[in-house]
């Protein structure tokens, strides 16, 4: 089946510093998504990337999906304390609808 | 407000007593979908329907039975708890058709003793 690996499992940086969070897929993916959950809240999406090769921003964040569709990265540019959470992608898959498979996330901390 | 909720937000319980999660969104999606969140494994879905009466096994059903008789509802059932069911559970739903974001109910945690 479908499995999406994503790394690092944990990242403590200090504010200022970037981060980066890294997913990859055994298969070619239709779509991916990306969530954020804070702690002790729910996930909240994030953003979804299409196309081969499309990259996004929404102001210090930046996603792409690479050309062959089967990895993505988000990219933090100067992070905050707002920032801290776990960061989720979720790839879709053709033939199989609605679902989406989740990496096992990474979860962000951030310190002054 | 477009939301989805959960109920009851906490349960502690013991091995073998029947318990149900329910889960109501107000978007009108058909597609609804629920995971379980365990520390290192990331979401792993358990089941999730596409329309009512209309259900499918995720990657990790075993334990657990679902209903959809109506479009907004899609209650979990653990018909048989047991300790490894011990969980921090989401119910979610989507529009269908593969695009589009996914909304998250605000999380149930279980704990089965």
């Known amino acids: 089946g479908q499995q999406v690996m994503q790394i690092p499992q944990y990242q403590h940086v200090q504010e200022g510093e970037d981060f980066t969070t890294y997913c990859n897929s055994s298969t070619t993916l239709s779509n991916i998504q990306w969530y954020k959950q804070r702690p002790g809240g729910h996930p909240v999406f994030l953003i979804q990337l299409v196309k081969s090769g499309e990259v996004k921003k929404q102001k210090r964040l930046t996603f792409q999906f690479g050309e062959a569709k089967k990895n993505s990265s988000l990219h933090i540019t100067a992070t905050q304390t707002t920032d801290v959470g776990t960061y989720f992608c979720a790839g879709g898959y053709a033939g199989t609808a609605s679902k989406l498979t989740f990496g096992t996330g990474t979860r962000l901390q951030v310190t002054l | 407000e477009a939301q989805v909720t959960q109920n009851p937000r906490y349960l502690i319980t013991v091995t073998g007593k029947k318990l149900t999660v329910t889960c109501s969104q107000n978007m009108n999606h058909e597609y609804m979908s629920w995971y379980r969140q365990d520390p290192g494994l990331g979401l792993r879905q358990i089941y999730y329907s596409m329309n009512v009466e209309v259900t499918d096994k995720g990657d990790v059903p075993e334990g657990y039975k679902v209903s959809r008789k109506e479009k907004r509802n899609f209650p979990l059932i653990l018909e048989s708890p047991s300790p490894n069911q011990t969980s921090l559970y989401f119910c979610?739903?989507?529009?269908?058709?593969?695009?589009?974001?996914?909304?998250f109910g605000p999380g149930t945690r279980l704990t089965v003793l």
């Open positions: 979610a739903s989507r529009r269908p058709g593969g695009r589009g974001e996914q909304f």
